[in-house]
């Protein structure tokens, strides 16, 4: 029979594989363990009836422990020796418990949060979702659907610990961050009548995951600023390169030509937005990180990008100007213009660099030219919490974002050049 150590060594192999609990016993059923070859293991209950094989998934490890798995496969088997089908006693045994539980899960909470994200115009809240998805509710099925005030602190180390042995790092802090502020908005929302949820209760009384520590020396600042080479190599290859949506070269090159605007906000731009002849973009408040309206000057060659996606929108029917290449209703995604980037590097040997650097670039060079932090930030729309931007201050500095974007202009067509 199987010990806890033993199954907390198994490592992954190229194709799955499974390891029995053998009980040396026939016409009882069998418990094995599913090693997958991402590393995730998944508890099953396999047995023969009416002459046919099946299997039923009892839970992921280490969320489901081997005696919380043995424990439930021998109540199985003694359904099997009683002539009954343990899948379906299963299923009923679980749609009682559903039925007399009175908070919602992990997921359910989860899934709450995102929405809540999505209702205050947050654009992360799809990614944030996905995230939860793919590390969570995937390879943890069992603590996905766990009440959620009965998740322990434990429960969510040993989650965070499976993915970090498998090498996923800076990740594992995104998704330890997402699950505190899903907790604190689950304790929230009991008390906050303007985000209480309408279907369940969590009866949260402590935030599990603020006991566990943020990984710091996984969090290193960005450091990089491209060179002249690298701003020329992106704006004139990357169209060169396939792309599932031929505007995502062009979602580089306007973040280049706009020095750095924020991808998330312009992957949500629409065509009125955009004022040609005024040469301006015009961000309302539920696509900016800050949730304040944000104006950018246009240089010629941001002037050039949007003539071109403006017809292109105009031409589809729609009103987006980086439609997602699976649905033209709703915008590209920011990780389809990553992995293009990611692309490119390798295809052409570039150096390192991402979406972020481009607008860390344009910072420093705006300062090499003589242009004040003050004027840059309000350039690249950042939140300014002193009391007299906050309170006081409704001069949109548009006369001074003009004459800065103006020295970007000329440094980015002498470097393109």
């Known amino acids: 029979?199987?010990?806890?150590?033993?199954?907390?060594?198994?490592?992954?192999?190229?194709?799955?594989?499974?390891?029995?609990?053998?009980?040396?016993?026939?016409?009882?059923?069998?418990?094995?363990?599913?090693?997958?070859?991402?590393?995730?293991?998944?508890?099953?209950?396999?047995?023969?009836?009416?002459?046919?094989?099946?299997?039923?998934?009892?839970?992921?490890?280490?969320?489901?422990?081997?005696v919380q798995a043995r424990d439930t496969a021998l109540k199985l088997s003694g359904v099997l020796d009683g002539g009954d089908d343990p899948a379906a006693y299963l299923r009923h045994l679980r749609a009682e418990q559903a039925l007399y539980r009175t908070h919602g899960t992990l997921g359910e909470l989860c899934d709450?949060?995102?929405?809540?994200?999505?209702?205050?115009?947050?654009?992360?809240?799809?990614?944030?979702?996905?995230?939860?998805?793919?590390?969570?509710?995937?390879?943890?099925?069992?603590?996905?659907?766990?009440?959620?005030?009965?998740?322990?602190?434990?429960?969510?180390?040993?989650?965070?610990?499976?993915?970090?042995?498998?090498?996923?790092?800076?990740?594992?802090?995104?998704?330890?961050?997402?699950?505190?502020?899903?907790?604190?908005?689950?304790?929230?929302?009991?008390?906050?009548?303007?985000?209480?949820?309408?279907?369940?209760?969590?009866?949260?009384?402590?935030?599990?995951?603020?006991?566990?520590?943020?990984?710091?020396?996984?969090?290193?600042?960005?450091?990089?600023?491209?060179?002249?080479a690298d701003i020329r190599g992106a704006w004139h290859n990357l169209p060169c390169m396939r792309s599932r949506s031929p505007q995502g070269p062009m979602a580089v090159r306007l973040c280049i030509a706009t020095a750095g605007q924020r991808i998330s906000a312009l992957l949500r731009l629409q065509a009125d937005m955009v004022d040609l002849d005024k040469r301006l973009i015009d961000m309302p408040p539920d696509i900016t990180k800050t949730r304040e309206p944000h104006v950018v000057p246009l240089t010629a060659q941001a002037v050039e990008v949007l003539t071109y996606l403006m017809a292109e929108a105009e031409r589809r029917g729609h009103a987006l100007l980086f439609p997602s290449h699976r649905d033209q209703g709703k915008p590209m995604r920011e990780d389809a213009v990553a992995s293009l980037v990611i692309d490119y590097r390798k295809k052409m040997g570039a150096q390192h660099w991402t979406m972020r650097d481009i607008r860390r670039t344009a910072k420093t060079v705006l300062g090499e030219l003589g242009v004040s932090k003050e004027v840059r930030d309000r350039i690249h729309g950042h939140a300014l919490h002193d009391v007299s931007s906050q309170h006081y201050d409704r001069y949109g500095y548009l006369r001074e974002k003009r004459e800065g974007m103006a020295m970007w202009e000329t440094w980015l067509s002498q470097t393109l050049d």
């Open 1 to 66: 029979m199987l010990t806890d150590r033993q199954v907390k060594a198994l490592k992954p192999r190229d194709r799955e594989y499974t390891m029995s609990d053998d009980t040396r016993q026939r016409g009882t059923g069998r418990l094995v363990i599913r090693v997958r070859p991402s590393g995730a293991k998944e508890w099953q209950y396999r047995y023969h009836l009416d002459g046919r094989k099946r299997r039923i998934s009892l839970g992921d490890y280490p969320a489901t422990s081997l």
């Open 112 to 228: 709450a949060y995102c929405d809540d994200m999505a209702t205050h115009g947050k654009s992360s809240a799809e990614e944030v979702r996905k995230r939860l998805g793919r590390y969570i509710k995937g390879p943890f099925r069992t603590l996905w659907d766990r009440p959620a005030h009965e998740v322990s602190s434990a429960d969510i180390r040993d989650m965070l610990a499976h993915h970090m042995q498998r090498g996923v790092t800076t990740t594992m802090n995104r998704v330890r961050s997402y699950l505190h502020a899903a907790y604190q908005f689950g304790i929230e929302s009991e008390l906050n009548p303007r985000r209480r949820s309408r279907t369940h209760t969590w009866g949260l009384t402590a935030n599990p995951v603020s006991s566990i520590p943020r990984q710091a020396d996984w969090e290193r600042a960005g450091q990089t600023v491209m060179t002249a």
